[in-house]
């Protein structure tokens, strides 16, 4: 059976969902809820195996890790902590004959709640926890061990939770040099490694911090930095240390590999918004979903739907609104929720909490509603396998 051109992987409460079309990117099929109906919180492949996984879970299953190799036709779940469901069956013995439980000892046992985000490059897997810890795997998932130097950092005894709690949410690739990457965890911002997880650096300092000192500024009240409740990170294309943010308190762009950031949200409706997305080979083509507001409903202001496009690296922007809903609308769209495929003419693709899928295919001119009805959607990715 020949691979689709592009899927689309998308991570919802009751399950994974895979929507795949053909080369010109229309008549998109839905197959679907994966793993068991778990709460799946986002997921990633490997285009060169065709290897798919989804990460999730929660207070009753405990967190665990979903693997297809047969471009989701079939799963395996690598289970790594235990959950309500456990503490049920090893008291009750029919329910845990019921589900087919047994008593194996998990590897992280009580260690965290959920998967939150995961992450492919140079062979090795990564996930993202709530709590907060980075997990590597290098046979594909079977698998995995703490990134310890993270979960040790000096500054970790100081992290304080965002609304949906401490998540490590974003996992960022240098995809010429291994040994950097680039972390966001809500609420105590980007942290970055340039010796393959060995040691980490906290990156949330304003570009003009030390000329300036204190900054009377929600995103840096007392010390230079931007708020510690990073949304999502994207790298530029190419050769660069590009990187640009969405943040509780606005987006920003960095050309330090995260040193320093500078405020872009000038010309924007709101400084409140989830996801950011980077062209993939335009690295000044930005766009973004502002909402209008942390206590305001997080909706799209005025309720009425328009993703936001930079063409100069976000010194000025334009509301993209042709096919989107511009009466009545009060989805969100939420921070691993946009994404982008990488043919020549690039796709653009967001979901709802509503359980809407939306595409342009004219980098965010036009859009059309592809999917409709699904459950609340937390993240959507591209895949292209054998590109």
């Given at each position: 059976m020949p691979s689709p051109c592009v899927s689309l992987l998308v991570g919802t409460t009751k399950g994974a969902f895979i929507l795949s079309a053909g080369p010109d990117r229309n008549g998109w099929d839905?197959?679907?809820p994966h793993c068991d109906g778990w709460c799946?919180?986002?997921?990633?492949?490997?285009?060169?195996?065709?290897?798919?996984?989804?990460g999730g879970g929660g207070a009753f299953h405990g967190a665990g890790i979903w693997r297809s190799e047969d471009y989701g036709r079939s799963w395996t779940l690598a289970r790594l902590t235990r959950g309500q469901m456990d503490e049920w069956a090893a008291q009750d013995p029919g329910f845990a004959e019921m589900i087919g439980w047994t008593d194996t000892p998990l590897p992280f046992e009580d260690g965290f709640e959920q998967i939150w985000s995961l992450g492919f490059a140079h062979g090795t897997l990564y996930a993202g926890t709530k709590p907060a810890n980075l997990l590597s795997s290098?046979?594909?998932?079977?698998?995995?061990?703490?990134?310890?130097?993270?979960?040790?950092h000096p500054s970790a005894k100081d992290w304080n939770p965002g609304a949906a709690g401490l998540v490590l949410h974003t996992i960022v690739f240098d995809p010429d040099e291994p040994r950097k990457q680039w972390i966001g965890i809500s609420a105590d911002g980007v942290f970055a490694t340039?010796?393959?997880?060995?040691?980490?650096?906290?990156?949330?300092?304003?570009?003009?911090?030390?000329?300036?000192?204190?900054?009377?500024?929600p995103a840096g009240p007392s010390n230079g930095e931007t708020g510690h409740c990073v949304h999502n990170i994207m790298r530029a294309p190419g050769k660069t240390d590009l990187l640009y943010q969405q943040n509780h308190h606005g987006v920003w762009r960095s050309s330090d590999g995260g040193r320093s950031w500078d405020d872009i949200t000038l010309g924007l409706p709101s400084t409140f918004g989830f996801p950011i997305r980077v062209h993939p080979r335009d690295p000044r083509t930005i766009w973004t979903l502002p909402l209008n507001g942390d206590m305001a409903g997080r909706y799209p202001p005025d309720a009425a739907c328009a993703v936001w496009r930079s063409r100069d690296g976000g010194e000025t922007w334009e509301a993209l609104r042709e096919g989107l809903p511009q009466e009545n609308c009060f989805f969100t769209v939420l921070r691993?929720?946009?994404?982008?495929?990488?043919?020549?003419?690039?796709?653009?693709?967001?979901?709802?909490?509503?359980?809407?899928?939306?595409?342009?295919?004219?980098?965010?001119?036009?859009?059309?509603?592809?999917?409709?009805?699904?459950?609340?959607?937390?993240?959507?990715?591209?895949?292209?396998?054998?590109?």
């Open positions: 839905v197959t679907g799946i919180n986002h997921m990633a492949g490997d285009p060169d195996t065709g290897t798919i996984w989804a290098g046979d594909h998932g079977r698998t995995w061990s703490r990134v310890d130097a993270l979960t040790d340039e010796d393959g997880g060995a040691t980490w650096a906290r990156r949330n300092r304003l570009s003009n911090a030390e000329a300036c000192g204190a900054h009377d500024h691993q929720a946009m994404a982008g495929d990488t043919l020549d003419a690039p796709g653009l693709y967001f979901g709802t909490n509503s359980g809407s899928v939306f595409a342009s295919l004219d980098e965010g001119d036009s859009w059309r509603e592809i999917a409709r009805h699904m459950p609340t959607i937390l993240s959507v990715e591209a895949f292209e396998p054998g590109a």
